[in-house]
């Protein structure tokens, strides 16, 4: 009979069925030989540079400090040997996912990541065992690592708030660098560096409220706002800081900083002790802050409504959500959360604010948050990478390593374009951010 | 909460549950700058009925939708819901009232799940605000279970089909314990097999006592499903009608003139076979053959329809024949001239007109004026240039014309072709295509999204262009179409010519047809069933 073709009958769910199993098998996106070839070229490159080219020296690593309260013994690694073991894992690690690819079958994420951590390691055993003194801390680089990345995770938080919502925030640079110089200057006026902790959270609100007001009131295309703020930003700063912090530094520019406050007995574990029992009062807020945003976005009704506001405002706005109001105070929040970010320039890191003293670091944050693929977990870890590149180069040339120590500056960026053009795979951006919302 | 005009406000979600809601739009008006889109407009819903608002697209159903959910505020009139007034701030308070929506572009979070997308507006927390997706599972799951929606609450809405989406839809609205649901254009979406699942799920609803207010122009769901039906024409109501009223009278009543559903045609005076395809095939950038050594051909004064379920290579057939196709093997001859290989521009050339299945990518520019889009394939020839310079007199003298001859409801030639409603925009391309001596005239969907009226006028043109001795060509998958225009029909089943049959096949051969079965054996069949709707659904 003819039933098995034509049937009209309204019989439910079998289409559905059929069809959702067709959808599914459609929908996987092409397999690129990106990440592949990628893989490849490092793994050769390691093979070479740190593996045939290595130093004959052997690398060591110290891994506790004085301070710990157990002593680890430091690991030996001979340069040499070392590259070529790990660079010869790297580039098995290249041959599956080639492999994976001639199966048409995506690179799976845990090998990007062992594949990066094995390359740093590599680079890392390199560089110290060529350098003059062939001995670095680890606890250190790492430590020094989160200290740099503090203002980054702020920053690339904002975005996070900020995009997720459907607003795109290029003036993290002008809400971290209005922040540090507010911090600085209301920390000086008031002795009291919490008074300026908590105006770096309204000076980085007020640079975002406009901002908002800008890019979801009066539609103005939000790069450009953006970009005009951070401008802005700079040149008011600036001239505050020549005009005003100048003339009376005693008085305007030598804000009291806040303390390291050591948790006692925890601050002692290696390594991971002084990355989160040994920090400023910023330092704790920052990891406050990636879990109560991270929880928050994904576990309450707060973060639905704002996600849902960033992937389709009209879907929003007829199940009674008030789209631009949302935008307006999440871009708001994150401004805040920025400005915290750029405190840690005036009142942790250096005990004064100079011109430019956030140097782009908003714009790494901006890479950051799309490495770590809009996710404040994400943006963390993708900030602590820039700031363990920043470290890094900065340590290798205190050491005094064979490759000039301009090209180690150019590390942080270099692992920036990397991160964000070779090893993230096609990453998806909130649907409507960047674009305004009118009703209608 | 400050809400002083919704009733509901000191209702108990219990008694909420059982209430019977009778809503009324009293004197409803709305404007839009100059623009009246609704003018005092009076509907009563009585409690547990499927309410259809008929009307044209552009008729003003959707303002006033919009406006009963809170979307517009009215600019006159009053909505009453068991006769007292009320105020929408927002679709939030139409909701609260027992209005729930199910848009005709759907309001989905596509990267969320069925849950996610249901709790959205009305989450159940625990404490501190986090989000208890359980407990919309659970409700999700309910729903699902009591009309049979075979709804996977962790699914992402982007995997869905069409389908499902609109029952994700449908119940984001029950959850929300709507008593009257709103269905704007529900059936523009989904193919003829998924139409008659959502009718029987009106159905269903309506007897468990939700209200229906049900927006649409096709006439045949309208009868399938409506107890009153209220007929919606320039924003006004023009009166309410009965679904036991024939289509004839509902269509003339829509329109505001007679209309004659079925053509008037006269039977075809095939002259000379002026174009030929021989073994045609198209190969897809995945090595896939979309169209399948395909030979036929088509004579002077003949409407050739080609009938298939959509994605069954129509698409790459015609855009081989204008040149949009890479791989393209075997041969297109116009009056014994090989066209493959040929650029769109020599295609175009050589007579060809051609109407593209979707008119905002394919057909017009939208943001370009009405006038500019009518000259599109000739704007480079005189009278409309000369050497470099363009006359833009001309191309507007034009516009008038074409605009006069095809009843294209416009103030003005300048306006932006995107302004115009789907119909009009119909009609701004098969004006442009039909404007120069044609050899060829080919027609991809040429009613799709277009009201009753100017789907009478296209119909027409597309006849008078074969009486004047064009061979034509129509790619439709709309069946009624097909048996309407054709005189003779090609079935297409993945890629490949099932069969050529003349225009009075049945309706249940086609069906088969379309579903690859080839003609000897589909009309054995067809004889043996021979079920009057058979086959529309393949």
Not at chain 2, 35 to 61: F, S, T
Request: contains cysteine; charged residues 20%; glycine residues 10%.
């Amino acid at each position: 009979m003819s039933a098995t073709a034509t049937s009209p009958l309204p019989g439910r769910g079998t289409p559905g069925t059929e069809s959702t199993a067709e959808v599914q098998a459609t929908s996987g996106k092409p397999v690129l030989w990106k990440t592949p070839v990628m893989l490849s070229a490092l793994g050769i490159v390691a093979f070479i540079f740190f593996g045939l080219m290595g130093s004959d020296k052997t690398a060591k690593f110290g891994i506790s400090t004085g301070g710990d309260f157990f002593q680890l013994p430091a690991v030996e690694v001979p340069s040499m040997a070392g590259g070529i073991v790990l660079s010869v894992i790297m580039l098995g690690l290249a041959a599956y996912a080639v492999f994976l690819k001639t199966r048409d079958r995506p690179v799976p994420t845990w090998l990007t990541i062992t594949f990066t951590v094995l390359f740093v390691a590599a680079f890392l055993i390199w560089v110290v065992g060529g350098a003059r003194t062939p001995s670095i801390s680890l606890a250190g680089l790492i430590a020094g690592s989160v200290t740099l990345a503090v203002p980054l995770v702020f920053g690339s938080l904002s975005g996070v708030l900020c995009e997720r919502v459907g607003v795109v925030n290029i003036a993290i640079e002008g809400q971290l660098l209005g922040g540090a110089f507010t911090a600085a200057i209301v920390a000086s006026v008031t002795q009291n560096p919490f008074v300026g902790l908590l105006a770096a959270a309204v000076a980085g609100a007020a640079v975002s409220m406009v901002l908002a007001a800008f890019s979801i009131k009066y539609l103005v295309n939000q790069i450009i706002v953006g970009v005009v703020l951070n401008v802005l930003v700079s040149g008011v700063t600036g001239f505050l800081f020549s005009t005003v912090m100048q003339e009376d530094k005693a008085r305007f520019n030598s804000p009291p900083g806040l303390e390291i406050v050591e948790i006692p007995v925890l601050s002692g574990i290696p390594i991971i002790g002084p990355i989160l029992f040994k920090q400023s009062v910023v330092g704790y807020l920052m990891y406050v802050a990636v879990i109560v945003v991270w929880v928050g976005l994904f576990k309450t009704k707060w973060g639905l409504r704002v996600r849902a506001v960033g992937e389709h405002p009209q879907a929003a706005d007829t199940m009674g959500i008030k789209v631009n109001a949302t935008r307006f105070w999440n871009v708001t929040l994150g401004g805040a959360i920025a400005g915290i970010g750029g405190s840690f320039f005036t009142l942790v890191a250096i005990d004064s604010f100079t011109k430019e003293i956030s140097g782009g670091r908003g714009f790494i944050a901006l890479a950051a948050l799309i490495f770590g693929r809009w996710n404040p977990i994400g943006a963390f870890f993708a900030a602590l990478l820039f700031g363990f590149a920043d470290n890094l180069q900065s340590i290798v040339t205190i050491i005094g390593t064979p490759v000039p120590s301009q090209f180690m500056a150019m590390l942080p960026y270099l692992v920036t374009v990397l991160a964000v053009a070779g090893l993230v795979g096609r990453s998806r951006p909130p649907a409507a951010s960047g674009i305004p919302y009118v009703k209608g | 909460m400050l809400q002083p005009h919704i009733p509901s406000g000191t209702d108990t979600d219990a008694s909420r549950l059982v209430r019977v809601l009778k809503l009324e739009l009293r004197g409803i008006t709305k404007r839009f700058g100059t623009l009246l889109a609704n003018d005092h407009i009076d509907v009563v819903v009585e409690p547990g009925q499927i309410h259809c608002l008929l009307g044209e697209n552009g008729a003003g159903k959707s303002t006033l939708m919009n406006v009963l959910y809170g979307l517009y505020e009215p600019t006159e009139g009053e909505i009453l819901i068991d006769d007292k007034p009320v105020t929408f701030r927002g679709p939030g308070d139409a909701m609260a009232a027992g209005i729930g929506m199910v848009h005709q572009h759907f309001m989905l979070v596509p990267v969320f799940t069925v849950a996610e997308n249901v709790a959205l507006g009305a989450e159940t927390t625990k404490a501190g605000g986090f989000l208890n997706l359980d407990d919309t599972r659970r409700k999700i799951k309910e729903i699902s279970d009591r009309y049979g929606f075979d709804v996977d609450p962790d699914a992402l809405v982007e995997d869905l089909p069409v389908g499902v989406q609109q029952r994700v839809e449908i119940i984001k609205a029950l959850v929300r314990d709507a008593r009257v649901l709103i269905l704007d254009e529900p059936t523009a979406v989904l193919t003829p097999q998924e139409t008659d699942e959502l009718l029987d799920i009106m159905r269903q609803l309506k007897s468990s006592g939700t209200s229906i207010v049900f927006i649409s122009h096709k006439l045949r769901e309208v009868k399938a499903v409506s107890d009153t039906i209220t007929v919606i024409r320039r924003g006004k109501v023009v009166g309410s009608a009965d679904p036991g009223d024939s289509t004839t009278a509902l269509a003339s009543m829509m329109v505001g003139r007679a209309v004659s559903l079925t053509l008037d045609k006269s039977p075809a005076k095939p002259l000379e076979k002026t174009f030929q395809v021989k073994d045609l095939t198209v190969i897809a950038p995945n090595g896939q053959h979309t169209v399948d050594g395909i030979s036929f051909d088509i004579a002077r004064g003949e409407i050739l329809a080609v009938a298939g379920v959509q994605g069954n290579g129509q698409t790459e057939l015609t855009e081989a024949i204008l040149g949009l196709q890479e791989r393209v093997y075997g041969s297109i001859l116009l009056d014994n001239v090989e066209l493959v290989g040929r650029s769109v521009k020599d295609v175009l050339n050589a007579g060809v007109g051609f109407v593209p299945e979707d008119r905002s990518v394919d057909g017009l520019i939208g943001t370009f004026s009405i006038a500019e889009n009518l000259v599109l394939d000739r704007y480079d020839q005189p009278p409309f240039a000369k050497g470099i310079s363009m006359s833009p007199a001309k191309v507007l003298e034009n516009a008038k014309t074409r605009i006069d001859e095809f009843d294209v409801r416009t103030p003005s030639g300048l306006l932006a072709a995107g302004t115009l409603s789907g119909g009009n925009q119909q009609k701004v391309v098969m004006a442009r295509e039909l404007s120069r001596p044609l050899r060829l005239f080919i027609a991809s969907q040429p009613t799709r999204g277009v009201d009753v009226g100017s789907i009478e006028f296209l119909h027409k043109r597309i006849v008078a262009e074969r009486d004047q001795g064009t061979p034509v060509m129509i790619i439709s998958t709309e069946l009624d179409e097909v048996m309407e225009l054709a005189d003779r029909i090609a079935v297409l089943y993945k890629g490949k010519l099932v069969g050529i049959v003349p225009a009075g096949t049945g309706r249940d051969v086609l069906g088969l047809m379309m579903a690859g079965i080839p003609q000897e054996d589909a009309a054995a069949e067809g004889h043996a069933t021979a079920s009057p709707e058979g086959g529309e659904n393949a």
